[in-house]
């Protein structure tokens, strides 16, 4: 089970901003890596890509952008946040299955 | 560029059967597997399964062994994703992406509506 908090997050442009994510079980695979990702789903579009392997940012992806964490308890950080930024922010386990959190709608 | 292009919305009576298609170009295609998400109205994102564009190989989310059958075609570069017995509670937005090996879905198709109605 995958869960974020807050579910709701209201932000405002240029100031930092901070999501969490916890697993009810370790995600750290026997290669030590944390297989945890995080997905950005602006309002009508697909989900993107943002960060794996817990801290990992894809490509394409703004520095200001950065996830942290280990084992049950995740982090995702947005230095300075943007407009083009709000949307559902979500985390999802890559270890077992694929299991989503609720997500974290992030408004300006 | 790599794109995944899903074919077009449908509407379905309960008790049908729909297969979603996923187009994929600017890449191997076998090089990377193919995940299901979908998405209900209002709601968050749901995990489906995945496939093996390699092997043929699937591994469904257990809400759906039994009703859900997932396959790939190496010569056309397309996934499918069919999905029987439908009910209205599948009345979703159906997503294809593309798994790398460290196991994260870095391209996604545009997305497919499927409306389950009597």
């Known amino acids: 089970v995958m869960t974020q908090s807050p579910l709701s997050l209201a932000v405002t442009p240029g100031e930092p901003a901070s999501m969490s994510c916890m697993s009810s079980?370790?995600?750290?695979?026997?290669?030590?890596?944390?297989?945890l990702d995080w997905y950005l789903q602006r309002p009508g579009q697909s989900p993107q890509l943002l960060i794996y392997?817990?801290?990992t940012r894809a490509a394409g992806v703004p520095d200001r952008f950065s996830g942290s964490g280990s084992g049950t308890s995740f982090t995702l950080k947005i230095s300075s946040v943007e407009a083009d930024d709000v949307g559902v922010y979500y985390c999802m386990e890559a270890l077992q299955n694929r299991t989503f959190g609720p997500g974290t709608k992030v408004e300006i | 560029q790599v794109q995944l292009l899903q074919s077009g919305p449908e509407v379905k009576k309960i008790g049908a059967s729909v297969r979603v298609s996923c187009k994929t170009s600017g890449y191997s295609f076998t090089t990377y597997g193919i995940n299901w998400v979908r998405q209900a109205p209002g709601e968050g994102l749901e995990w489906i399964g995945w496939s093996s564009t390699y092997n043929g190989d699937t591994k469904y989310a257990q809400k759906f062994q039994g009703r859900v059958t997932m396959t790939t075609d190496a010569s056309t570069s397309t996934a499918y994703m069919e999905l029987r017995g439908l009910r209205s509670d599948d009345t979703a937005v159906y997503f294809c992406?593309?798994?790398?090996?460290?196991?994260?879905?870095?391209?996604w198709g545009q997305g497919t509506l499927i409306t389950v109605s009597s």
């Open positions: 992406a593309r798994e790398k090996v460290v196991r994260c879905l870095d391209h």
């Open positions: 079980q370790s995600l750290v695979n026997i290669n030590g890596y944390n297989y």
């Open positions: 392997l817990a801290s």
